[in-house]
């Protein structure tokens, strides 16, 4: 069964870093980019960013670059998102998702359960 | 940055065709995929390249894109149907969401 496997909930203060994680199985990691979504309580899906695990090349959306980052651990087939200080903003449930398809015709087929992250003084 | 616009709510009675669109500038030029989230869930891919519906999503649900608008339409829609529905493009490696429909079967 393809699935990906994420990391549980964490409650951190503000100023803590954080880094959670998502494992692949069921597939070969290295073919399929993985990316991050944000959902904020009560709020929609926000695209973060995401990571090519072969070579570990990321992009990020604008919103988010420079505030988080994405790595790989493809020998273990698992993708990180890590922050080095959090705020109280950063509260949200974070998904990973598999991208298949090409180019032009990117999907997220595969999500993860979500990791829930509370920033609370 | 490229923004795609949902209405933020549709309301359907059982049996009848739901549409839910999705905007944004020359979208038809970009393949756009839907998003269906029920509550405490995570979200589901229930269809892809505009139209075409992943393995185990009912045929009910159909896809167009054209112009500068995508339609999710969900003919015969169930009360199992009832959640919110994201459309997803994207513009220069970037992904974009819409801020999300939540349909309610009434």
Redesign the interface.
């Known amino acids: 069964e393809v699935q990906l496997v994420q990391s549980g909930a964490e409650v951190k203060k503000p100023g803590e870093s954080l880094r959670i994680s998502c494992e692949g199985s069921g597939y070969t990691f290295t073919i399929y980019w993985i990316t991050w979504v944000r959902q904020m309580p009560g709020k929609g899906l926000e695209w973060m960013g995401r990571i090519d695990p072969i070579d570990s090349y990321t992009n990020y959306s604008p919103s988010f670059q420079g505030h988080v980052t994405i790595s790989a651990d493809k020998s273990i087939s698992t993708a990180y998102l890590q922050w080095s200080s959090l705020k109280a903003s950063d509260t949200a449930i974070y998904y990973c998702a598999r991208i298949s398809g090409s180019s032009l015709d990117y999907y997220m087929d595969v999500w993860g359960k979500g990791t829930t992250v509370t920033v609370s003084s | ?1 490229y923004e795609l616009t949902q209405p933020p709510s549709v309301s359907v009675s059982p049996g009848q065709t739901a549409s839910i669109t999705c905007s944004g500038d020359k979208l038809g030029d ?2 756009a ?1 839907w ?1 269906q ?1 029920k509550p405490g869930q ?4 229930v269809i ?2 505009n139209h075409k519906r ?1 393995s185990g999503i009912p045929e009910r649900f159909s896809g167009s894109n054209s112009g500068n608008t995508a339609t999710l339409t969900i003919s015969g829609t169930q009360a199992m149907d009832e959640a ?1 529905y ?1 459309c ?1 493009a ?1 513009d220069s ?8 429909t939540k349909l309610t079967v009434l």
Do not use: M, R
């Open positions: 940055s970009k393949y995929c998003y989230q995570s979200p589901v891919l892809y390249q992943p919110a994201y997803q994207w490696n970037t992904g974009v969401f819409g801020g999300g």
